[in-house]
């Protein structure tokens, strides 16, 4: 059975690179491991074989059990709205201009593309471990709440709540003189604007019943992933992976591990400055050691809180660039429950 | 930046966005501006001012200093009352409902709610600065264009009227100044680029300042420390080199320094707004 893992956590905490640095250490270690990221670097890209890819999974050229696929996620949510509708009204909504409108303003539907892509790769079977890097819209938790909004979206909320209770057949629109609901929003909006998008949102409608099964099948598919929430220690990033490990239990599991990036060599804390060196560099071990007690106390504190396991990756200078470098960032990592990740 | 009447602040996700929107706040603040400090996503702003959620009615967190959210429903709500004129509309739950709903599907429409919010601020007059912490880069783009995108999009109807002010305060470089914060990384300083280039192109906004964050210090004079100092010294010299090739592909503007060893988001903005005051 394939294994999948799902690295989650805030913008720019180094999310990406971590993924890529686990799918290498499991490839390296035998297990066939396919990694899916969402925008990375480019020199990670390209330290990934993935510069020129699309979301089809591509083997490494110098490490066969080694997969990377890159998630388009406009084009993959127009494929599953596609996918979902009858062939004409597929071709309408593919021309409409409030589709890509509705897919920005709809904050789910981004990490539904991804949710639903990451699931196909799951249950494709070919491959022992599918490492996903979910995408930080909604700060990351919306990956795991989409499917049931993606539903209830398609499904017609936002028809009622236009209609203002029952859903409306296509003439309720024309018939608009004599609601007066729709009479107001038509000055505000205009007359023309307001038909086009009730016209989009019915089209919308009959992609309702492939959009709920397919979503049943996704929500499985997280439920029995492992899941693994990455942060620095700087204030606003905790913050968030604080909310993460809180919400994640009810949503699917509870985080496997919650992985503190760059961390600084823990005898660098309570280190004092030798008298003899001058005022500049003084200072400077002083604020570095300053600066790892307050990593090691915002690890301790998330663990002894909320009873977190809690790892620790190496603040390295510069990043990456090739597949040694992305599997030495694991090596030197404290506290990664390694055996628990791998099939 | 403190004689302009808005200042937007936006910038990648993880750059320290809030801390600088709140730091500029304070800073405004301390210089006996009647300030307006607005959060356009939950969270970031309150943490900042160290305060419980903030809420749709503005509160005063510091003597001077108001802050608020943009709740969308209450936005939407005091759009089409106030700027609609459509009296009343707090009962009349259903246009409400009916206009998010439409306003889901519509280009620019839902932006144009929030924005407008804040731009209604501007134009009531009531405050010296206002200061939004907008959202991300990646998303800045639709709320700075709603204006112009309604202009195009919306043949008639009273949204359309509205347009045409919004989008001249955003374009009025005397009144509105975009902040991108940034840090010399690759992904941020390939966005604040974006940006920028999207801003000279489109011109919905005047030349934005650039804030870089979390600049280290050049450590100068030769080093043959061994021990745990010596590899503080290699690793700090490291970070730094890695640092002047992003710093080079960003505009000096205007920069941060790295702060070490502190705990809380309150901290952190007091010490930005000591380092803006200091660059004064």
Same mark, same amino acid.
């Given at each position: !059975?394939?294994?999948?893992?799902?690295?989650? %956590?805030?913008?720019?905490?180094?999310?990406?690179?971590?993924?890529?640095?686990?799918?290498?250490?499991?490839?390296?270690?035998?297990?066939?491991?396919?990694?899916?990221?969402?925008?990375?670097?480019?020199?990670?890209?390209?330290?990934?074989?993935?510069?020129?890819?699309?979301?089809?999974?591509?083997?490494?050229?110098?490490?066969?059990?080694?997969?990377?696929? !890159?998630?388009?996620?406009?084009?993959?949510?127009?494929?599953?709205?596609?996918?979902?509708?009858?062939?004409?009204?597929?071709?309408?909504?593919?021309?409409?201009?409030?589709?890509?409108?509705?897919?920005?303003?709809?904050?789910?539907?981004?990490?539904?593309?991804?949710?639903?892509?990451?699931?196909?790769?799951?249950?494709?079977?070919?491959?022992?471990?599918?490492?996903?890097?979910?995408?930080?819209?909604?700060?990351?938790?919306?990956?795991?709440?989409?499917?049931?909004?993606?539903?209830?979206?398609?499904?017609?909320?936002?028809?009622?709540?236009?209609?203002?209770?029952?859903?409306?057949?296509?003439?309720?629109?024309?018939?608009?003189?004599?609601?007066?609901?729709?009479?107001?929003?038509?000055?505000?909006?205009?007359?023309?604007?307001?038909?086009?998008?009730?016209?989009?949102?019915?089209?919308?409608?009959?992609?309702?019943?492939?959009?709920?099964?397919?979503?049943?099948?996704?929500?499985?598919?997280?439920?029995?992933?492992?899941?693994?929430?990455?942060?620095?220690?700087?204030?606003?990033?905790? %913050?968030?992976?604080?909310?993460?490990?809180?919400?994640?239990?009810?949503?699917?599991?509870?985080?496997?591990?919650?992985?503190?990036?760059?961390?600084?060599?823990?005898?660098?804390?309570?280190?004092?400055?030798?008298?003899?060196? $001058?005022?500049?560099? %003084?200072?400077?071990?002083?604020?570095?050691?300053?600066?790892?007690?307050?990593?090691?106390?915002?690890?301790?504190?998330? $663990?002894?809180?909320?009873?977190?396991?809690?790892?620790?990756?190496?603040?390295?200078?510069?990043?990456?660039?090739?597949?040694?470098?992305?599997?030495?960032?694991?090596?030197?990592?404290?506290?990664?429950?390694?055996?628990?990740?791998?099939? | 930046?403190?004689?302009?009447?808005?200042?937007?602040?936006?910038?990648?996700?993880?750059?320290?966005?809030?801390?600088?929107?709140?730091?500029?706040?304070?800073?405004?603040?301390?210089?006996?501006?009647?300030?307006?400090?607005?959060?356009?996503?939950?969270?970031?702003?309150?943490?900042?001012?160290?305060?419980?959620?903030?809420?749709?009615?503005?509160?005063?967190?510091?003597?001077?200093?108001?802050?608020?959210?943009?709740?969308?429903?209450?936005?939407?709500?005091?759009?089409?009352?106030?700027?609609?004129?459509?009296?009343?509309?707090?009962?009349?739950?259903?246009?409400?409902?009916?206009?998010?709903?439409?306003?889901?599907?519509?280009?620019?429409?839902?932006?144009?709610?929030?924005?407008?919010?804040?731009?209604?601020?501007?134009?009531?007059?009531?405050?010296?600065?206002?200061?939004?912490?907008?959202?991300?880069?990646?998303?800045?783009?639709?709320?700075?264009?709603?204006?112009?995108?309604?202009? +195009?999009?919306?043949?008639?109807?009273?949204?359309?009227?509205?347009?045409?002010?919004?989008?001249?305060?955003?374009?009025?470089?005397?009144?509105?100044?975009?902040?991108?914060?940034?840090?010399?990384?690759?992904?941020?300083?390939?966005?604040?680029?974006?940006?920028?280039?999207?801003?000279?192109?489109?011109?919905?906004?005047?030349?934005?300042?650039?804030?870089?964050?979390?600049?280290?210090?050049?450590?100068?004079?030769?080093?043959?420390?061994?021990?745990?100092?010596?590899?503080?010294?290699?690793?700090?010299?490291?970070?730094?080199? +890695?640092?002047?090739?992003?710093?080079?592909?960003?505009?000096?503007?205007?920069?941060?320094?790295?702060?070490?060893?502190?705990?809380?988001?309150?901290?952190?903005?007091?010490?930005?707004?000591?380092?803006?005051?200091?660059?004064?």
């Amino acid at each position: !059975m394939t294994k999948t893992l799902l690295v989650t %956590g805030a913008g720019g905490v180094g999310k990406t690179t971590f993924a890529a640095a686990l799918a290498v250490k499991a490839a390296r270690a035998g297990v066939r491991t396919l990694v899916v990221t969402v925008d990375p670097a480019r020199r990670l890209a390209s330290t990934l074989g993935v510069e020129d890819l699309g979301d089809e999974p591509q083997p490494h050229a110098d490490e066969p059990d080694l997969w990377a696929a !890159m998630l388009d996620s406009k084009a993959s949510w127009r494929a599953v709205a596609m996918r979902h509708a009858d062939p004409d009204v597929a071709t309408r909504l593919a021309d409409n201009e409030f589709f890509e409108a509705a897919s920005e303003h709809f904050p789910a539907s981004q990490s539904y593309a991804a949710a639903d892509q990451a699931a196909t790769f799951v249950q494709a079977r070919a491959w022992d471990l599918v490492i996903v890097d979910t995408p930080p819209s909604g700060g990351g938790i919306d990956f795991f709440a989409a499917p049931a909004q993606m539903a209830d979206l398609v499904g017609g909320r936002l028809l009622r709540w236009i209609t203002g209770g029952p859903l409306p057949g296509r003439r309720f629109f024309y018939d608009r003189a004599a609601r007066p609901v729709l009479r107001i929003a038509g000055s505000i909006l205009g007359s023309d604007l307001l038909e086009r998008v009730s016209e989009f949102l019915l089209d919308l409608r009959t992609t309702y019943d492939g959009v709920a099964r397919r979503g049943r099948e996704i929500e499985a598919v997280l439920k029995e992933a492992v899941i693994l929430v990455i942060t620095t220690a700087d204030p606003a990033p905790v %913050g968030e992976a604080v909310r993460f490990y809180r919400q994640l239990p009810e949503l699917a599991s509870t985080p496997a591990a919650v992985i503190f990036n760059r961390a600084l060599p823990a005898d660098w804390a309570g280190v004092a400055p030798d008298p003899d060196l $001058s005022a500049e560099l %003084g200072r400077l071990v002083e604020q570095w050691s300053a600066e790892t007690v307050r990593q090691a106390d915002a690890r301790e504190e998330f $663990s002894a809180r909320y009873g977190a396991v809690v790892a620790a990756v190496p603040w390295q200078s510069h990043p990456p660039t090739d597949l040694s470098g992305l599997a030495a960032l694991i090596d030197d990592s404290t506290g990664i429950p390694w055996d628990s990740l791998l099939p | 930046m403190l004689d302009k009447r808005l200042v937007i602040v936006s910038g990648k996700g993880g750059v320290g966005k809030s801390a600088v929107s709140s730091a500029l706040a304070l800073l405004a603040q301390r210089n006996g501006l009647r300030v307006l400090a607005v959060e356009m996503e939950a969270g970031g702003l309150a943490a900042h001012f160290g305060t419980g959620p903030l809420a749709f009615e503005p509160r005063e967190v510091r003597p001077g200093l108001h802050a608020m959210r943009i709740v969308r429903s209450d936005a939407l709500l005091e759009y089409l009352s106030l700027q609609l004129r459509l009296p009343g509309m707090g009962r009349f739950g259903a246009v409400a409902r009916a206009f998010d709903a439409l306003a889901t599907a519509a280009p620019a429409v839902r932006e144009i709610v929030s924005i407008g919010k804040i731009l209604w601020e501007v134009k009531e007059d009531r405050w010296d600065l206002v200061v939004a912490d907008a959202p991300p880069t990646g998303q800045i783009a639709s709320y700075l264009r709603a204006p112009a995108s309604i202009s +195009e999009l919306v043949a008639t109807g009273r949204i359309r009227s509205q347009a045409g002010w919004m989008a001249d305060t955003l374009r009025d470089p005397a009144r509105t100044r975009l902040v991108l914060v940034t840090l010399p990384e690759e992904l941020p300083t390939a966005e604040t680029r974006e940006s920028m280039d999207w801003v000279e192109k489109t011109g919905v906004v005047g030349p934005p300042l650039v804030i870089t964050n979390r600049v280290l210090s050049e450590v100068t004079g030769t080093s043959t420390l061994e021990g745990v100092a010596g590899a503080m010294v290699r690793l700090h010299r490291s970070l730094w080199t +890695e640092q002047q090739t992003w710093l080079d592909r960003l505009p000096p503007d205007l920069t941060l320094p790295y702060l070490f060893g502190l705990f809380t988001p309150g901290e952190v903005a007091a010490h930005i707004s000591d380092e803006l005051e200091a660059l004064r």
